[in-house]
């Protein structure tokens, strides 16, 4: 497991370049950022990232929350740390709430949204809950959802969410790859460090993409 602190000097003695010292912390937690809310499946290696399928969820962000509905619109807020992949919603007494396949065969399905009575289909859409009818007194929905991760702070900070096996070969290579990015931009050219450290990071994401229960792959773009 590596601290924050350990991850930012790792990087230094990657780059070389004191000039971009106060934006090493950005970059690693830009990295697991990205990482959490998903990146290109690399299950078909690192040069054909398979479109519209994203990397799974982290197993570790996974969190239980509530949402109190409205009694005169169809939407209410979803949690604010809500980041991706809406798996559950119970209503109060209990019973699972369908989820729309899409906003779209949602908005077809309710175009006018003014459905009234029990609550049967939700969808998650521009960080709101949909759903339909509307109750008439206002219900607590239990969601089950993944959050984003706690950006690192303090030097003994950690990773939140990320392996503890691959904090380096994920968030070094991720910051080293964002900084040369910066240092041999307009460079003519090959970029040699950028290429570099941005393989060595896809090689370490399809590392992670491997680790996760197969149950949790392959998650389709909304």
């Not at 309710?110 to 219900?139: D, F, M, V």
């Given at each position: 497991?590596?601290?924050?602190?350990?991850?930012?000097?790792?990087?230094?003695l990657?780059?070389?370049?004191?000039?971009?010292?106060?934006?090493?912390?950005?970059?690693?937690?830009?990295?697991?950022?990205?990482?959490?809310?998903?990146?290109?499946?690399?299950?078909d290696?690192?040069?054909?990232?398979?479109?519209?399928?994203?990397?799974?969820?982290?197993?570790?962000?996974?969190?239980?929350?509530?949402?109190?509905?409205?009694?005169?619109?169809?939407?209410?807020?979803?949690?604010?740390?809500?980041?991706?992949?809406?798996q559950?919603?119970?209503?109060?007494?209990?019973?699972?709430?369908?989820i729309?396949?899409s906003?779209?065969?949602?908005?077809?399905?309710?175009?006018?949204?003014?459905?009234?009575?029990?609550?049967?289909?939700?969808?998650?859409?521009g960080?709101?809950?949909?759903?339909?009818?509307?109750?008439?007194s206002?219900?607590?929905?239990?969601?089950?959802?993944?959050?984003?991760?706690?950006?690192?702070v303090?030097?003994?900070?950690?990773?939140?969410?990320?392996?503890?096996?691959?904090?380096?070969s994920?968030?070094?290579?991720?910051?080293?790859?964002?900084?040369?990015?910066?240092?041999?931009?307009?460079?003519?050219?090959?970029?040699?460090?950028?290429?570099?450290?941005?393989?060595?990071?896809?090689?370490?994401?399809?590392?992670?993409?491997?680790?996760?229960?197969?149950?949790?792959?392959?998650?389709?773009?909304?």
């Amino acid at each position: 497991m590596a601290t924050f602190s350990e991850l930012k000097e790792k990087v230094e003695l990657l780059i070389n370049d004191d000039s971009f010292e106060d934006y090493l912390g950005d970059f690693i937690n830009q990295g697991v950022s990205e990482i959490a809310g998903g990146m290109p499946s690399l299950l078909d290696g690192i040069e054909n990232p398979i479109p519209n399928i994203l990397t799974p969820p982290l197993p570790e962000l996974f969190t239980i929350d509530t949402v109190t509905t409205s009694t005169s619109d169809a939407f209410v807020d979803m949690p604010i740390d809500f980041q991706r992949d809406l798996q559950l919603v119970v209503s109060s007494t209990g019973s699972e709430i369908d989820i729309a396949h899409s906003f779209i065969e949602f908005a077809e399905t309710y175009p006018l949204l003014n459905k009234t009575g029990r609550i049967s289909e939700a969808i998650e859409h521009g960080r709101k809950l949909y759903y339909q009818g509307i109750p008439a007194s206002a219900e607590t929905l239990t969601l089950h959802y993944y959050r984003m991760p706690v950006d690192m702070v303090d030097d003994d900070d950690v990773p939140d969410g990320i392996p503890a096996h691959l904090h380096i070969s994920l968030l070094v290579n991720f910051a080293a790859w964002k900084a040369y990015e910066h240092i041999e931009d307009g460079l003519e050219g090959e970029i040699p460090n950028t290429i570099k450290y941005k393989n060595n990071f896809l090689a370490a994401l399809r590392t992670f993409e491997l680790t996760l229960p197969f149950y949790s792959r392959g998650l389709m773009l909304r």
